[in-house]
């Protein structure tokens, strides 16, 4: 079985600051990670995705994540923040040997304060 | 045009009423999957095909169907509608060819509402 945890359902920042998004996963076999993020009113966007390869993967919008396998975490960072950020971002794992689709977080949304 | 389109966008209607939401792809993927989005609960997987003869149920599976029409089109029906399937549903799709790295393409949801 696989999951994930996204810890905090909302997230604040300012314009310019850092921004840091947690991903905690559970998996029986090593995982493949991805985020994506939702725009108001659209789909789901891949941000960046985790195939075993480099540890730190970079993505999309200047945004980058960490796999620590350790740490069971796939955190999302971006140096600083921009108003254009503000969506809701979901963190999805997958079974690389399995059938199953992704395992979605519940999501978080992200502000932006000017 | 949209790679993964769905239709209707919005619908509203009553209990008990059979809903169909359609979906249709351009990207030739093999692959194809019917989520549902709830405020608080991120998305979770109602049913999923890999090809046009293998169906799945997905977590949620309880009170949908499924039809894989073709490779580009699968369709997600609500037999007898009931206020809690009030969601918005995400079709999306993948290349099998290529394995379980591959990410997702979403189309841009259907916003339902059962009165």
């Known amino acids: 079985a696989q999951s994930v945890t996204q810890l905090g359902s909302h997230v604040s920042v300012s314009e310019g600051a850092l921004v840091l998004l947690r991903c905690n996963y559970s998996s029986s076999v090593p995982p493949y990670l991805f985020w994506y993020v939702q725009y108001p009113n659209q789909g789901l966007q891949l941000l960046l995705k985790y195939t075993s390869a480099a540890t730190l993967v970079k993505g999309i919008n200047g945004f980058e994540a960490e796999f620590k396998k350790s740490e069971t975490s796939f955190h999302l960072t971006k140096p600083s923040a921009h108003m254009s950020d503000a969506a809701e971002y979901f963190c999805a794992v997958s079974n690389p040997t399995g059938r199953r689709a992704l395992t979605f977080g519940s999501g978080t949304r992200l502000q932006v304060q000017p | 045009d949209a790679d993964v389109t769905q239709t209707p966008r919005n619908r509203i209607t009553k209990t008990g009423k059979r809903i169909m939401l359609e979906c249709s792809q351009t990207?030739?993927?093999?692959?194809m999957y019917w989520y549902r989005q709830d405020p608080g609960l991120g998305l979770r997987l109602i049913y999923y095909s890999f090809d046009v003869k293998d169906i799945n149920k997905g977590e949620i599976s309880d009170g949908y169907s499924v039809s894989r029409q073709a490779q580009a089109k699968f369709s997600l029906s609500l037999e007898s509608a009931i206020p809690n399937q009030t969601a918005l549903y995400f079709c999306?799709?993948?290349?099998?060819?290529?394995?379980?790295?591959?990410?997702?393409?979403f189309g841009d949801g259907t916003r339902l509402s059962i009165l």
């Open positions: 999306a799709t993948s290349d099998a060819r290529t394995g379980a790295d591959q990410p997702q393409h």
């Open positions: 990207k030739g993927h093999d692959r």
